[in-house]
């Protein structure tokens, strides 16, 4: 299996009420909370075109037919976890993360992919950042309220 690209996209699920999509990781026994996320196919693959893959892999829902995918334009780079860094090219222990959001029209019911997630909710943009295990993507549901206007 080749190395994932350390290039990826976290793309914050919310209502305009701004409840956020929560879902949780299948390859922990923690809990595991997170939005959408995912990395790059290729290097050249545009972040726009990872992140409304990701979107419809992980949920079963097509940006711009249930909602309206905006980039925020933000980027964080984090330290990967040690217990996913073998997933990665020997000696790469950063990533770089880019920031999307998907406004639906309401709370729907996502078709989770099983083999990445198990669960899913939604819940005021608050309370989903304080549930999700990343501090990158707590931070960027908090930023949302200036995203979503």
């Known amino acids: 299996m080749p190395h994932k690209i350390p290039e990826s996209v976290l793309v914050v699920i919310h209502t305009p009420a701004l409840e956020v999509l929560l879902i949780r ?3 922990t026994e923690a809990e595991f909370w997170q939005s959408v996320t995912g990395s790059k ?5 545009p972040f726009a075109e990872t992140a409304r893959r990701e979107v419809e892999e992980e949920t ?6 249930e909602g309206r995918l ?8 984090y330290e990967i976890y040690p217990r996913w860094r073998a ?8 990533n770089t993360e880019h920031l999307f959001s998907l406004c639906l029209p309401a709370a729907l ?11 899913w909710r ?4 608050r309370e989903a950042a304080a549930a999700c295990f990343s501090p990158s993507n707590a931070e960027a549901i908090l930023l949302l309220p200036q995203f979503a206007r």
């Not at 905006?70 to 780079?77: A, H, I, M, R, S």
């Open 41 to 45: 196919d290729s290097p050249d693959e």
């Open 109 to 119: 019911t996502p078709r989770l992919a099983p083999r990445e997630h198990t669960h």
């Open 25 to 27: 990781r299948a390859d």
């Open 70 to 77: 905006t980039d925020w334009g933000l980027e964080n780079v």
């Open 60 to 65: 079963g829902w097509r940006c711009g037919v």
């Open 87 to 94: 997933r990665y090219a020997p000696g790469v222990t950063h």
């Open 122 to 125: 939604w819940l005021p943009w």
